[in-house]
């Protein structure tokens, strides 16, 4: 394997991640475009999240994965796609036991992403810290609420306590501690936060134990 390059099971199956540098000189594992949930396509368009699949051989870990479908005011054009849930892990190293931050993005409930171009691990990581980003639903894809079978409502949220649900299960992999996890985020991913600290979905569980929240 290269030396640039970073191996780990997850439940689904095996990860390969690539070793990068900060701005401030340290290394770091990344692991992109992880898949959190089976594309909510078809079928599973206005539907609840539903676990990812295993897969078979390694899966490359190098790059994100799709952003969420939106509207780039930029280029004046819809971008992203409806299979949109992954998430990245930033890690100093796979050995070590540390504490986990999960970041959730904001946007207005309509656009954005935990992509690295705006939410990179650099300053996280080097404080000993796993950092995770997430993908979730945004727009009528994740908000829509027909009140009856079809579009139940809140996909977007129930997308964040299915990438938490990940994160227990697996972030140990990473060097990461299941039971010291903060959840934090900015605007309406600040208002996710505190939506989490009130829904039976998430309270009462160990997803997460501290909060932090930017509006």
């Not at 992880?34 to 490359?60: H, M, N, Q, T």
């Not at 299979?83 to 892990?89: A, G, I, P």
């Not at 939410?119 to 000993?128: A, L, M, T």
């Not at 609420?145 to 306590?161: H, R, Y």
Request: aromatic share 10%; charged share 20%.
């Amino acid at each position: 394997m290269d030396n640039n390059r970073v191996d780990v099971y997850v439940r689904e199956g095996r990860l390969i991640g690539i070793v990068e540098e900060t701005v401030y000189g340290d290394r770091y594992v990344a692991f992109r475009g992880i898949p959190y949930a089976k594309p909510p396509v078809g079928e599973l368009r206005f539907k609840d999240p539903v676990p990812s699949e295993p897969w078979l051989g390694g899966k490359d870990a190098s790059k994100h994965g799709n952003m969420s479908v939106q509207f780039d005011i930029m280029i004046k054009k819809m971008v992203g796609d409806e299979d949109c849930l992954y998430l990245n892990v930033y890690t100093p190293d796979i050995i070590k036991k540390r504490a986990v931050m999960v970041w959730i993005h904001g946007g207005g409930f309509s656009v954005g992403s935990g992509d690295a171009a705006i939410y990179g691990p650099d300053f996280i990581v080097r404080k000993d810290v796993v950092l995770v980003t997430l993908n979730y639903r945004l727009g009528a894809l994740g908000f829509l609420n027909l009140n009856d079978k079809v579009a139940t409502g809140n996909q977007g949220l129930k997308d964040v306590v299915m990438a938490l649900r990940w994160v227990q299960r697996n972030i140990s992999q990473f060097g990461g501690d299941p039971k010291n996890v903060t959840i934090f985020g900015e605007s309406a991913g600040g208002a996710i936060v505190h939506y989490l600290t009130l829904s039976p979905l998430a309270t009462g569980t160990e997803y997460f134990l501290y909060i932090c929240t930017m509006i």
